[in-house]
């Protein structure tokens, strides 16, 4: 079974900061990875999606890159703004069917 | 364009009761999910289905029932509720294996 791992679980930077989030899982032979965003009270948005044979995507500010070796995934957020304060979570597929999902970091950004 | 809506937003139950979580997508999605959130636990999956008439289980499927009938809906049924299924349930769907989930705003559903 897939384990996915992401660390740290709560992460406080001022506005302006660079800053990654981290995803680990423990089987290499991924179909996708996901990274989503959740706000308190709701629902998960997609931010980027990753496909086994790519390493990297970007959005805006948001890089996310994959090393399917090491079995890890980062994302970056660059020039943090208060509106990116949510709770960050990955999540791995095998299949394309069955994601499984990391406990998520919660990043607050301060004015 | 309304997305994935899930209804209804809050239910509170008694043990032994059950009900139906609902669940529509109008973007044509073959792939559609259920998903339970508890604290300290990342998302899990209960059942899922990758079209009309096909469902199969996911990690914890035990207490609940799916089926697909259409390609919009995709009910959850607790057939009788316990107080370890008070949880958040998430609905997903996405257009197929390949492409991003989008999910609904959640059930919070409490079992007393």
């Known amino acids: 079974k897939q384990e996915v791992t992401q660390i740290p679980a709560a992460l406080s930077v001022p506005e302006g900061e660079n800053l990654v989030l981290n995803c680990s899982f423990t089987d290499s032979a991924i179909y996708n990875l996901q990274w989503f965003r959740q706000d308190p009270g709701k629902g998960l948005t997609s931010l980027l999606l990753i496909q086994s044979s790519q390493r990297e995507q970007t959005s805006g500010r948001l890089n996310a890159s994959l090393d399917k070796s090491s079995g890890r995934s980062t994302l970056y957020i660059a020039a943090s703004q208060p509106g990116d304060s949510a709770t960050y979570l990955c999540a791995v597929s095998n299949t394309g069917n069955q994601f499984y999902f990391g406990t998520g970091t919660s990043l607050t950004v301060i004015p | 364009n309304a997305g994935v809506t899930q209804t209804p937003k809050f239910q509170v139950l008694k043990t032994g009761q059950s009900m139906t979580l609902q669940c529509a997508q109008d973007m044509n999605h073959e792939y559609m999910s259920w998903y339970r959130q508890d604290p300290g636990m990342g998302l899990r999956l209960i059942h899922y289905s990758v079209g009309a008439g096909i469902t199969d289980q996911g990690e914890v499927p035990n207490g609940y029932n799916v089926s697909r009938s259409t390609t919009e809906d995709f009910p959850l049924r607790l057939l009788s509720a316990a107080p370890s299924q008070t949880s958040v349930y998430f609905c997903?769907?996405?257009?197929?294996?390949?492409?991003?989930?989008?999910f609904g705003n959640g059930t919070r559903l409490t079992v007393t």
């Open positions: 997903a769907s996405s257009f197929s294996g390949s492409s991003p989930l989008h």
